[in-house]
């Protein structure tokens, strides 16, 4: 399920909008440890951010550490594991970034996955072409 929180000066042309997501995560190693999360769609964000300690119950664990540039421009150094997400019976796997409480952000890399892309004016989710190209070669005659 998602849905948008539009912001603006009136209905009709709202100027931006938030869109969450429900998502089941669960460890790959062990997939029936699963909770369902709600996300905030951050398009703009690489990773998908779930709190460490959440991640932690569902036995997931950090396989590497990363640094990222913050907002506000701080550079933080975090940890990093996989998760499966799954969303309308869509299974895929994502890097996941260890993150501190209360904070779930849904990142390009698992929308990219799960095959969807956000509209950025509609903040609608859409399915995203699945294009798989073939390399073409030359023959000479």
Do not use: C
């Amino acid at each position: 399920m998602a849905y948008t929180w539009m912001f603006g000066m009136n209905e009709e042309d709202p100027s931006m909008g938030i869109t969450f997501l429900k998502l089941k995560v669960s460890n790959p190693v062990r997939p029936r440890k699963t909770k369902e999360y709600e996300f905030l769609v951050d398009s703009g964000a690489v990773y998908s951010v779930i709190p460490k300690e959440e991640l932690k119950r569902l036995g997931i664990k950090p396989t590497s550490y990363e640094e990222f540039t913050l907002a506000n421009g701080e550079i933080i150094r975090s940890p990093i594991g996989n998760a499966y997400f799954e969303f309308k019976g869509k299974i895929r796997a994502a890097p996941v970034i260890f993150g501190k409480r209360g904070i779930f952000l849904l990142g390009a890399t698992t929308l990219e996955a799960l095959g969807m892309i956000l509209d950025p004016i509609r903040r609608e989710l859409k399915p995203l072409p699945m294009v798989l190209m073939s390399i073409q070669r030359k023959t000479h005659a």
